[in-house]
């Protein structure tokens, strides 16, 4: 029982266990909260009593961390308002959802950057990665499309393509191969059973 109770309710209240620098609350004989020196501990949920009205922590007097098991769930946002706003970067930079519950988005400077759905991934700013880009299935993803295709690719290795090339003009200072195509590094060039098509291809080499 609480040290100290209402008197109409007296397995509410709060007592000292013992315990040198904790002190407990316990509502109808639950011990409900607990406070020492460095943690307030609370066995219920933590509800604001108005919605969107309370914030916790604030602009000096931020939270250290953020913990949570399941997830964090917050609005929709737009571009120019993310729902999720990164620090100290002025107005409209962070993550938002694009289509409500369909897809995700980054913004910077109220602009929409980059956006994943369920389906593709598209960006309208550079993207750097620091590892490889690979797809999660072999020969089921593109590069492009045919109405917003890539302007230039570079490769420092080995361009390898599986089926048919299609190019509009062709320049290389090593070796280009697929499975039916190869570009030598002598400018030779050498087709077998796969087509290949080009508005403009000049060879300085034999063709066989």
């Known amino acids: ?83 999720i706003k990164i620090a100290d970067t002025g107005t409209g930079f962070g993550i938002f959802a694009p289509v409500a519950g369909y897809s995700v988005g980054i913004t910077t400077a109220g602009v929409q950057r980059f956006k994943c759905d369920v389906g593709d991934c598209t960006t309208s700013a550079d993207l750097y990665v620091s590892g490889n880009a690979n797809p999660n299935n072999n020969n089921t993803k593109d590069l492009g499309l045919t109405s917003n295709s890539w302007r230039n690719i570079y490769a420092s290795g080995t361009l390898s393509l599986g089926g048919a090339a299609t190019v509009a003009s062709l320049t290389s200072s090593g070796r280009v191969q697929s499975s039916d195509l190869l570009f030598g590094s002598t400018g030779n060039m050498l087709l077998s059973s796969e087509s290949i098509s080009a508005a403009s291809t000049t060879i300085s080499g034999a063709f066989s």
């Open 1 to 83: 029982m609480p040290t100290y109770s209402w008197k109409s309710d007296t397995d509410t209240g709060w007592y000292h266990s013992g315990s040198d620098g904790q002190v407990y609350y316990m509502i109808n004989g639950g011990q409900e909260i607990v406070l020492d020196a460095s943690n307030f501990n609370i066995s219920q949920n933590f509800i604001a009593g108005t919605n969107n009205s309370f914030d916790l922590g604030g602009v000096g007097n931020a939270w250290r961390n953020i913990y949570a098991s399941t997830s964090l769930i917050v609005p929709a946002g737009t571009a120019a308002a993310p729902s």
